[in-house]
């Protein structure tokens, strides 16, 4: 089955940090760009960050460039995103999701979605 | 404040057509074709409706379909049905440093 599952959210303190992890199956992972999208309580959707197939090129939204770390390990199929020195206003579900065409860089556009995991930043 | 803009809502009765229109300017929208729609439905993850301006993935609807004019983009819902009720988010590539930007979202209700 195609599908993404992603794990390692929860509740941190400001500044602190936590890593998501976003287990892929049913597709061939590597041929494809990854990117996480958030969405904060009640409001619209926020691309955060993509990484090419390889995992060579890397992109990042400007509220989080700088504090946060996108990369993958084909060899899982797994994509991760590190975030740190983590703010109020990050609070968010977090999604993963797969590029919709196959190719060495992003065409921007996502086929496949997780169905999120819930990263809370309160003191 | 989302970078491109989408009316909150819209309403229409089942059967009829809607219109959802997606304002940015000539450093996405109108300067590529790589604009999106995803509907989602409370609770659920987004789903790919249309992508590259016009493309419809396979198992969408053609019920479904979308259009660029400029710098506005639009997402056209024709026949509709209850289960079309949710939220509608466009998206564009942007060529400023942010990459992505998607519109505020847009509650769609089926009368």
């Known amino acids: 089955e195609v599908q993404l599952l992603e794990s390692g959210g929860g509740l941190v303190q400001p500044g602190g940090s936590l890593r998501l992890s976003c287990a892929a199956s049913?597709?061939?992972?590597?041929?494809?760009?990854m990117s996480w999208v958030r969405q904060a309580p009640g409001k619209g959707l926020e691309w955060v960050s993509a990484?090419?197939?390889?995992?060579?090129?890397?992109y990042y939204a400007d509220s989080v460039k700088g504090r946060f770390t996108i990369s993958r390990d084909n060899s899982k199929n797994t994509l991760y995103l590190q975030m740190n020195s983590l703010r109020a206003e990050d609070t968010a579900v977090y999604y993963c999701a797969k590029d919709g065409t196959s190719g060495s860089y992003p065409y921007w556009y996502f086929d496949l979605w997780g169905r999120g995991t819930l990263v809370t930043v309160s003191s | 404040q989302s970078a491109l803009t989408q009316p909150a809502s819209v309403s229409g009765s089942p059967g009829q057509s809607i219109t959802i229109s997606c304002t940015g300017t000539?450093?996405?929208?109108?300067?590529?074709?790589?604009v999106s729609w995803y509907q989602q439905h409370p609770g659920k993850a987004p789903k790919l409706m249309i992508y590259e301006v016009s493309n419809r993935p396979s198992g969408v609807s053609n019920r479904f379909s979308g259009s660029k004019s400029g710098n506005t983009a639009s997402l056209t819902i024709s026949g509709l049905q209850a289960e079309d009720e949710a939220d509608y988010y466009c998206s564009s590539y942007t060529s400023s440093s942010t990459y992505v930007v998607f519109g505020g979202g847009t509650k769609l209700t089926v009368l």
């Open positions: 990484i090419s197939g390889s995992g060579g090129s890397t």
């Open positions: 000539s450093s996405d929208v109108g300067g590529y074709n790589y």
């Open positions: 049913g597709f061939t992972f590597s041929s494809y760009a």
